[in-house]
């Protein structure tokens, strides 16, 4: 039983647009959530994180929001660019020791 | 700025070898992981272990196992390779310093069983 979800599988926006990746979790006592981006063949990379006792963190053209009542964070980027088309994995963290991923979102956006 | 390394990017094993996969980090972490990624199904948590010795079971341990003899090591084995255990496997190391939260993946390794 997956606890992290993202039910999107794939995202096209246009460049200069705003994207918006989605993911909902389970477990309510995960304490910190991460976005990672991954390219083909090469291993994830950090983007963004948000402690569980915040609801937004910003980071350049990247935001993630958190909404603990509902279980559900996203990841805002604006505005996006060619070269952010990728595969994001949301992930989020217990006990500070056990990460579990969602599915992943491949977004493309076009030129 | 080498981070987190994998011994191998392509491997072919045939059916019953037994198979190490072997991951450095130098970090310094306490925390490492091993991870599969097949499509649809995302990164799924194979061991982790949050200490020298220490090994913790993720989603998906079956076939598997683990050792972690020293911080910068952490070894996956696979017994005895199945089919099914065709993916790439990713490992990464994950630190906690400053208040921070980042986790550092290797490039993968993508393990073909025949």
């Known amino acids: 039983d997956q606890q992290v979800k993202q039910n999107s599988p794939s995202l096209s926006v246009q460049e200069g647009r705003i994207s918006i990746l989605n993911c909902d979790y389970t477990?309510?006592?995960?304490?910190?959530f991460l976005w990672y981006k991954k390219y083909p063949a090469e291993g994830p990379t950090f983007l963004i994180s948000i402690s569980s006792i915040k609801d937004k963190n910003e980071d350049g053209r990247f935001t993630v929001f958190l909404n603990k009542s509902a279980k559900h964070l996203s990841l805002h980027i604006v505005p996006s660019q060619p070269g952010d088309s990728a595969v994001y994995f949301c992930?989020?963290?217990?006990?500070?020791?056990?990460?579990?991923f969602g599915a992943g979102t491949r977004l493309t956006v076009k030129p | 700025d080498v981070k987190v390394t994998q011994s191998s990017r392509y491997l072919v094993k045939r059916t019953g070898e037994k198979v190490f996969l072997e991951c450095v980090q130098d970090m310094d972490h306490e925390n490492m992981f091993w991870y599969r990624q097949d499509p649809g199904l995302g990164l799924r948590l194979i061991y982790f272990s949050y200490d020298v010795k220490m090994k913790e079971k993720g989603d998906i341990p079956e076939g598997y196992s683990v050792s972690r003899e020293k911080k910068e090591r952490f070894s996956l084995i696979l017994e005895s390779a199945s089919t099914n255990q065709t993916s790439m496997y990713l490992c990464a190391s994950f630190s906690t310093g400053a208040g921070r939260y980042e986790q550092y993946f290797g490039p993968g390794t993508r393990l073909t069983v025949t």
């Open positions: 477990n309510s006592m995960f304490d910190y």
């Open positions: 992930a989020a963290l217990l006990n500070n020791n056990d990460m579990r």
